[in-house]
Nanobody
Framework: QVRLVESGGGLVQPGGSLRLSCAAS????????MEWYRRAPGKQRELVAG???????NYGDSVQGRFTISRDNAKNTVNLQMNSLEPEDTAVYYC?????????????WGQGTQVTVSS
């Protein structure tokens, strides 16, 4: 069984920072890309940032320059450092991992963590 567990969400004032973490555990052979998505109330899910196994990264236009994604391949974790947060960043943030597990190559999702940016 494979699990992804996010942590680090919470309430922060505009201009503040938060760091999200996601840990993958279970019968994992290889993790390929790891990504962060978010879903704001009344909006579609959007890609926030992604990082390949080799370390190359990509970001959504709305977070470019403010968010930084990183990963620790030895610990099967991915992090999202979020700076200069804006009320528009309020959403549930989900971790996604493309990995080779007990049932072959699949994408797994975490349960989500709430981020609220408000004064």
């Amino acid at each position: 069984q494979v699990r992804l567990v996010e942590s680090g969400g919470g309430l922060v004032q505009p201009g503040g920072s938060l760091r999200l973490s996601c840990a993958a555990s279970g019968s994992i052979f290889t993790i390929y890309a790891m990504e962060w998505y978010r879903r704001a109330p009344g909006k579609q899910r959007e890609l926030v940032a992604g990082i390949a196994s080799g370390g190359s990264t990509n970001y959504g236009d709305s977070v470019q320059g403010r968010f930084t994604i990183s990963r620790d391949n030895a610990k099967n974790t991915v992090n999202l450092q979020m700076n200069s947060l804006e009320p528009e960043d309020t959403a549930v943030y989900y971790c996604n991992a493309d990995l080779l597990g007990p049932y072959g190559r699949q994408k797994y999702w975490g349960q989500g963590t709430q981020v609220t940016v408000s004064s």
